[in-house]
T-cell receptor, first 113, second 115 residues
């Protein structure tokens, strides 16, 4: 049981390049989330999904797109990376019942130069 | 939108002593959940403790306990008998009362544990 995994763990992009971050969970969770963590700002929600085929915007969605074609996977895309998107990205999942723990992946450190 | 405030960017505690981390939040809801998550240097986010707003009894998990003051919208974390492994960033989080269980995090408190 791997829990929540993220691919890749590190990435360096040039401004304007695109990339996709992959999140996978093997716990059959309904809800999945993408957060970014910046120094002094805690974790902020980018996008989330409450089930296969659904996505919704979080607090800081601009410049990102997401897809959830399969229940176990949640993809985060950057179409044209900007230096302001340099951050650590975390994926999380939970059952869909209120008050339950969110399980986090190990994070992806992205640097945009 | 809900806000979560952690006013202590850094705290320090000696091994075996007790430390309290502060958290306040703003909401107009009456039923919600609050969490403390720990992020050690490994970067992995780990749930420490959870509190349901409808429960008056403060949650406890081994050496970790909370002081939940609903009227004051305060949710502090007490760590007793501090250990070197407790050194980490600690985040307070509020769960949205909507259908998506979204979390709003505070900015975190970095806890240092000294010998």
């Amino acid at each position: 049981n791997a829990g929540v995994t993220q691919t890749p763990k590190f990435r360096v992009l040039k401004t304007g390049q695109s990339m996709t971050l992959l999140c996978a969970q093997d716990m059959n969770h309904e809800y999945m989330y993408w957060y970014r963590q910046d120094p002094g700002m805690g974790l902020r929600l980018i996008h989330y999904s409450v089930g296969e085929g659904t996505t919704a915007k979080g607090e800081v969605p601009d410049g990102y797109n997401v897809s959830r074609l399969k229940k176990q996977n949640f993809l985060l895309g950057l179409e044209s990376a900007a230096p302001s998107q340099t951050s650590v990205y975390f994926c999380a999942s939970t059952t869909g019942t209120r008050g339950r723990e969110q399980y986090f992946g190990p994070g992806t450190r992205l640097t945009v130069t | 939108a809900q806000t979560v405030t952690q006013s202590q960017p850094e705290m320090s505690v000696q091994e075996a002593e007790t430390v309290t981390l502060s958290c306040t939040y703003d909401t107009s809801e009456s039923d919600y959940y609050l969490f403390w998550y720990k992020q050690p240097p490994s970067r992995q986010m780990i749930l420490v403790i959870r509190q349901e707003a409808y429960k008056q009894q403060n949650a406890t998990e081994n050496r970790f306990s909370v002081n939940f003051q609903k009227a004051a919208k305060s949710f502090s974390l007490k760590i007793s008998d501090s250990q070197l492994g407790d050194a980490a960033m600690y985040f307070c989080a509020y769960e949205d009362t909507g259908t998506a269980s979204k979390l709003t995090f505070g900015t975190g408190t970095r806890l240092q544990v000294t010998l």
